[in-house]
């Protein structure tokens, strides 16, 4: 039996739990875009180490501190994190070491700089993207196909837990997959699969038992790809859970519905934590990719907090992640905002 003094805290009966949650997407450091259009194998290689060299300009060190930053102020009791990316470039040609990203350990470190007691809940692996990199200022250069430098993108998303709320996770409740549809580039490398997945905590927290979901849904271009996903995921939280559900995610679907349908299908079923007639329009993508941009640019809602069963939203806002004093890029934490929002759990 556990002492009264040591018990856990218990809402009171009839009165909800109060449990502040959080999504980010933290933005791998650059688009793809440049990989997408390539039309021969010149062009990708070259679109490679643009994206690459992007994402290096982009400077997550610098930026995860401002991230790190915003959650302080706010404390959050759950953060759902979107493209939580490693980057891992190699060389063979026994030069100087090139930079690596892992965006996970950075954030960390940087959270505990603050003070923050945060505990990383549970990862899913997507995408893993690997490629030559041929960089003259790097010296990575080589021969086709035996190149000096290869670089690799990993793609992950987290769930993060703040040590001080008082929140208990279930004992093996961490569950990850990779949605059954997934869409694939054909390059002139290779097809090149962009494999999304998701992952769930079941928790308690003040009495009240709770499922947290997370995951980052298909880029609108492959609507139909998106809209399969949005359906997967739902059966998926569904599994073995009476109880209510909070997910957290970019859905990459516009809440006014000007690009896909998947919000409304994922409305169907969720609450959408965010009330425009009481939070405001709540755009939150996307910055510029080099985040060289004075002036916000946001003109979606796509990063969305959903809740599922007896749960309901005291407040909501959006945090922008301006990087302040900066002069040249980055001049954003992330091309997208992070949401905040308070959950009253019944």
Same mark, same amino acid.
């Given at each position: 039996m556990i002492p009264a003094a040591l018990a856990p805290a218990q809402a009171?009966?009839?009165?909800p739990a109060r449990l502040t949650v959080m999504t980010q997407n933290l933005y791998l450091g650059s688009s793809l875009q440049p990989a997408i259009e390539a039309e021969n194998a010149e062009e990708f290689l070259i679109a490679v180490a643009t994206i690459y060299g992007t994402s290096v300009v982009t400077d997550f060190p610098s930026r995860a501190q401002v991230i790190a930053r915003a959650i302080a102020a706010e404390e959050p009791d759950l953060i759902g994190l979107q493209e939580v990316t490693k980057w891992t470039a190699v060389r063979s040609d026994g030069g100087p070491a090139l930079p690596n990203y892992d965006f996970l350990e950075i954030l960390m470190a940087a959270l505990e700089a603050e003070g923050l007691n945060y505990a990383v809940a549970g990862t899913v692996d997507n995408a893993t993207i690997s490629a030559p990199l041929i960089n003259?200022?790097?010296?990575?250069?080589?021969?086709?196909?035996?190149?000096?430098?290869?670089?690799?993108?990993?793609?992950?998303?987290? *769930?993060?837990?703040?040590?001080?709320?008082? *929140?208990?996770?279930?004992?093996?409740?961490l569950t990850t997959g990779q949605f059954t549809a997934q869409a694939s580039l054909a390059t002139p490398l290779g097809a090149r699969s962009f494999d999304r997945g998701w992952l769930y905590v079941d928790m308690e927290y003040m009495g009240r038992d709770f499922r947290f979901a997370n995951t980052h849904l298909e880029v609108e271009s492959y609507t139909r790809i998106q809209?399969?996903?949005?359906?997967?995921?739902?059966?998926?939280?569904?599994?073995?859970?009476?109880?209510?559900? *909070?997910?957290?995610?970019?859905?990459?679907?516009?809440?006014?519905?000007?690009?896909?349908?998947?919000?409304?299908?994922?409305?169907?079923?969720?609450?959408d934590m965010w009330k425009e007639s009481r939070h405001g329009a709540g755009l939150t993508c996307c910055q510029a990719p080099v985040l060289e941009n004075p002036e916000s640019e946001y003109t979606v809602r796509i990063d969305l907090v959903l809740g599922k069963g007896k749960v309901s939203s005291n407040w909501a806002r959006v945090l922008a992640l301006p990087i302040k004093g900066a002069q040249a890029p980055p001049l954003w934490?992330?091309?997208?905002?992070?949401?905040?929002t308070q959950i009253r759990l019944r």
């Open positions: 009171a009966p009839g009165e003259p200022a790097l010296e990575c250069l080589g021969e086709f196909p035996a190149f000096d430098c290869n670089v690799t993108l990993m793609d992950r998303d987290a *769930i993060l837990v703040n040590g001080d709320s008082g *929140i208990d996770i279930a004992p093996g409740s809209r399969r996903q949005a359906r997967e995921f739902i059966r998926v939280v569904q599994v073995d859970r009476p109880g209510p559900v *909070i997910a957290t995610g970019d859905f990459n679907s516009a809440a006014d519905g000007s690009n896909t349908k998947s919000y409304a299908i994922l409305t169907d079923y969720f609450a934490g992330s091309d997208h905002a992070g949401v905040i």
